[in-house]
């Protein structure tokens, strides 16, 4: 009998949470752990916004739609941002709607709840932080792919194509690869790529190096 009954009130207590959870407005419910402070913005913030916001026809230097140029630490503030308070911050609930969608950012969640975890960590404007890029790694898959996921793909690859610049296949990135435009894109001395955004680090570049000086393979 008392079985029975615990069984109905955790039940009930279970139905009640879950309602609680759906009709619950605020975001996401996301519980900061001790490695969350290592969130940096210029390694992991910055590019997100470089590449799917900060773009020609949307909020680079050019275009600077709705007079936002999301490309800086200043920028991106002056976008609105509330430190702490991501349900209060402004691009933070048009990056979680309609400018986080697939016609325009197309970020993933993981993208959007890294971001949320930066508002909600003080948005601060940390740089120079540290990376564990090894310049002897340079497998497509472990490391090139991921690097263009990053800072490339949000202009150069569907719907965007920048520059008629299509980087979302092994194949077209190879292509670039071997004629040299890729590597020359990374180290040129002025308007390098990513466009509009910080050089990829010594490290970085040396990893594309070796991973063409090897052929681009597809490993
Ligand atoms: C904010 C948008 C943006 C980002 C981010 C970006 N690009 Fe570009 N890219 C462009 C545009 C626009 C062009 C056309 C040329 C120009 O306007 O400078 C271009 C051109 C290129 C070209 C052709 C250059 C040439 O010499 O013909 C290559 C290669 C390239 N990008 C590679 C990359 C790589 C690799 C990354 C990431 C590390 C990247 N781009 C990130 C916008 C971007």
């Not at 540290?130 to 310049?135: G, W």
Request: with cysteine.
């Amino acid at each position: 009998m008392t079985m029975r009954f615990s069984k109905i009130v955790f039940a009930l207590v279970l139905i009640l949470s879950l309602i609680q959870t759906q009709g619950c407005k605020h975001e996401p419910v996301i519980v900061l752990t001790a490695a969350d402070s290592a969130i940096c913005f210029e390694r992991d913030i910055l590019p997100i916004f470089v590449t799917n916001c900060a773009k020609s026809g949307c909020h680079d230097a050019v275009t600077a739609e709705e007079e936002l140029i999301l490309n800086s630490w200043q920028g991106i503030m002056a976008g609105g941002i509330k430190p702490g308070d991501p349900s209060d911050s402004e691009i933070f609930q048009e990056i979680k709607g309609k400018m986080g969608g697939p016609k325009y950012g197309n970020l993933n969640s993981e993208q959007k709840i890294l971001i949320q975890k930066w508002i909600m960590l003080g948005a601060k404007n940390t740089t120079n932080c540290p990376t564990d890029c090894d310049s002897n790694q340079f497998k497509f898959s472990a490391n090139i792919q991921p690097m263009i996921d990053k800072y490339c793909a949000g202009c150069h690859a569907y719907p965007n194509t920048s520059g008629s610049v299509d980087l979302s296949s092994h194949t077209s990135i190879a292509s670039y690869a071997k004629n040299g435009t890729l590597l020359n894109s990374l180290t040129h001395p002025t308007n390098w790529m990513p466009k509009g955004g910080n050089k990829l680090s010594d490290c970085q570049i040396k990893q594309f190096e070796k991973w063409i000086n090897a052929g681009a393979p597809n490993d």
